[in-house]
C-alpha cells in the first residue's frame, strides 16, 4: 500500500505538535532577523565609519552556508565559553543569516529615499536617530515589505536544517517517524503539505500587510 489513510490520521497529531515548533523558530528567527537588519543599515548609513566592517560582516555571513553557521554556534561557542542549547542555536543562527539579507533591503529602501529628504532634515537640524525614525524608516518600510515576506517564507523552509543539530522540529519528526515504522511516504508528504500551507498564508499575510500599508501612505 502506497498511502495507509489510518496512518497519516495517526501522526497528524505528532506532526502537527512538531509544526509549532518550526513556526516558533520561524517567528523568532525573523523578529531577529528584521531588527537586526535594520540596525546594520541603520548603523551603516548614519556612522560611515562603519560601513565598511559592515559591509564584510553581511558579505561574511551571506557567503558562507547556513548549516556551518548553525554548526559554529552549537558547537564551536563551547569551546569559548559560550554553551547554547540547540532551539537557541539554531534560531539564532537563522536570524543572523537572514538579518544579513535583511540589512541590504533595509539600504536598498533607504536608498530610494529622494535626497532631499535628507537635506531636510539636516536643514531642521534633526538628529539622526529622529531623521530615521520619523522621516526615513516610514517612507522607506512599506516599498520594500514584498522583500522582507519573501525572506520570512525562505526562513521557514530553512527550519530543517535545525534537525543537524536534534531539534525535533517538523521535519526531524518526520524522519523518526519513517525510521520507527519503515514508512517515509505519509510522513514526508504531510510535511511538504505543511510547509506548503505555512508557505501560502504567510505569503498571503505579507499581501495585506502591504496593502494596508499602501493604503495608509496614500492618505
Known sequence: MIWDWGFALEILPVLARAAIVSIEATLIGFVLAASLGLVLAVVRIAVPRTGWTISVLVELIRSTPLLIQIFFLYFVFPKFGVVLDAFTAGVLAIGIHYAAYCSEVYRAGFDN????????SIALN???WTTFRDIIIPQAIPPIVPALGNYLVALFKETPLLSAIAVLELMQTAKIIGSET???TEPITLVGLFFLAMSLVSAALIRALERLLNRRNAR
Open 113 to 120: 529615499i529622494h535626497r532631499g529628504q535628507w537635506e531636510a
Open 126 to 128: 534633526l538628529s539622526s
Open 182 to 184: 519503515f514508512r517515509y
